[in-house]
C-alpha cells in the first residue's frame, strides 16, 4: 500500500511537471522575456517554500524536544538508583 501511494504520488509530480513545462513554453512563444521572468517567479517560489519547510521543521523539532524534556523531568525514578 504505502508503495502505491508513492507510486501515485511521482505520477502526479511528473504530470505537473510537464503540464508546467507546457504552459512555460507557451508563454515563451507569447512573450520573448516571459521565460525569463517565469523562471525568475519560479525561483522565488521555491526559496518561499523552502523557508516555509524550515520553519515548519524547526516549530516541530522544538516540540519534539519540548516534550522530551517534560517526559524526562517527570520521571523521577530515572535519576534516582
Not at 509530480?13 to 525568475?40: D, Y
Not at 524534556?69 to 525514578?77: D, G, H, K, V, Y
Amino acid at each position: 500500500m504505502p508503495g502505491q501511494v508513492l507510486e501515485q504520488a511521482g505520477e502526479k509530480q511528473k504530470a505537473l511537471a510537464r503540464l508546467m513545462e507546457q504552459n512555460r513554453a507557451e508563454l515563451a512563444a507569447l512573450h520573448p522575456e516571459a521565460g525569463a521572468i517565469l523562471e525568475k517567479l519560479e525561483g522565488n517560489q521555491a526559496e518561499l517554500r523552502d523557508y516555509e519547510a524550515r520553519l515548519v521543521f524547526r516549530s516541530g523539532f522544538r516540540l519534539g524536544m519540548q516534550l522530551a524534556a517534560e517526559a524526562l523531568t517527570n520521571q523521577p525514578e530515572l535519576y534516582e538508583e
